[in-house]
């Protein structure tokens, strides 16, 4: 069963004309938790069945908020509440090894991928985004690792395709002083290839997309494997520095006080 | 209006068109969180807004702590 269509608690798929449309639907902003990463397995297994019948992968956000704010990092506290550090690692552990799974299914998917993007995209969210292809995003889209305060390195990836996409300077800007950046000065960096009006990021995404499919599916897929090589070693050593911090007391202090904060400004670094 | 009024001036503006709020009751020495009425993601989205307005690039540490019209001007204005 191919599975051409879902619709989840926290993200929907469609295949339609040749173009998979991703929708991540979970407020307050799309945050990743068990219940998501349960259905973007569900959605990776259902892309290998689908691919053979598209030519393009849209991921987006149908949440004014943003495209995605990261990991659930509320329910990350929880879970790790009562535990030994070491088995809660262990937990996280398992939780990055299948995030990755589905990261590395889309960043090698033989589609052309498209992350169209809005408002906030931290995090994970921005993980999301760099295992795709092309960027598009509207001019509100911001971006940010903001781990760093927590005592931790991104964990879903980012290092790695950060590293492959980007130079070092902003590599270096984002993860070692944790500041955001806005969509134009991404798109000066080289990590978005189109900005847009606000709100215009999926129909941009939506244009191109119908453009890809002009071509020889073929000859899209070779070069895809030419000019963006997937750096695993990479992502299972960031697993175990991102395994190693966490055991500490400052990540365990570092979560606290994001899930008990008050403060108006808890997004910001 | 010297360069550092008018920054705030338009500051107040840009805040209270976005937030629909009546810019008669917005001051310069308001917390912006309260009287916008606005939580982290907002102060985000007025961040981005204010980056365009003015072509600036405002980290976000440079504006850790401040919650007034008036000093956020400031911090444009050294910007600018």
């Known amino acids: ?269 | 209006m010297t360069d550092s009024k008018k920054t705030l001036d338009e500051i107040l503006n840009l805040a209270a068109a976005q937030f629909k709020v009546p810019r008669e009751k917005l001051t310069p020495d308001d917390d912006f969180f309260k009287t916008l009425g606005i939580d982290s993601l907002q102060a985000l989205d007025l961040l981005t807004r204010l980056e365009h307005h003015f072509n600036v690039e405002l980290p976000d540490y440079e504006l850790q702590g401040v919650s007034d019209f008036r000093t956020l001007a400031s911090r444009i204005q050294a910007r600018l």
Request: net charge positive; proline share 4%.
């Open chain 1, 1 to 269: 069963m191919k599975m051409n269509q879902f619709k989840g608690q926290t993200l929907s798929w469609e295949l339609k004309d040749g173009v998979i449309e991703l929708a991540l639907h979970r407020d307050p902003c799309n945050e990743i938790g068990s219940l998501t990463l349960e259905e973007l397995e569900k959605f990776t297994s259902a892309l290998e069945r689908m691919q053979s019948d598209a030519h393009a992968l849209i991921l987006y956000s149908t949440l004014k908020s943003g495209f995605c704010a990261g990991a659930d990092l509320r329910e990350l506290y929880r879970g790790a509440q009562g535990m030994e550090r070491q088995a809660a690692a262990r937990g996280v552990r398992e939780f990055l090894e299948r995030i990755h799974k589905v990261m590395n299914a889309i960043d090698s998917s033989p589609l052309t991928t498209i992350a169209a993007l809005n408002g906030i995209t931290f995090g994970g969210g921005f993980e999301l985004a760099l295992v795709c292809d092309l960027i598009v995003a509207d001019k509100m889209a911001r971006f940010c690792f903001p781990e760093l305060r927590l005592g931790l390195i991104p964990g879903f990836g980012g290092i790695p395709r950060l590293k492959r996409d980007l130079g070092n300077a902003v590599v270096r800007d984002l993860l070692l002083t944790g500041r955001s950046f806005h969509a134009t000065k991404a798109q000066q960096v080289g990590l978005v290839s189109q900005v847009v009006g606000e709100g215009e990021s999926l129909r941009a995404a939506r244009g191109t997309a119908a453009q890809l499919g002009k071509f020889d599916r073929a000859t899209a897929m070779a070069t895809k494997k030419f000019i963006k090589p997937i750096p695993y070693e990479e992502l299972k050593q960031e697993i175990v520095i991102f395994c190693e911090l966490f055991t500490r007391p400052a990540v365990e202090t570092g979560l606290k006080k994001f899930v008990e904060s008050k403060d108006a400004q808890p997004y910001l670094p």
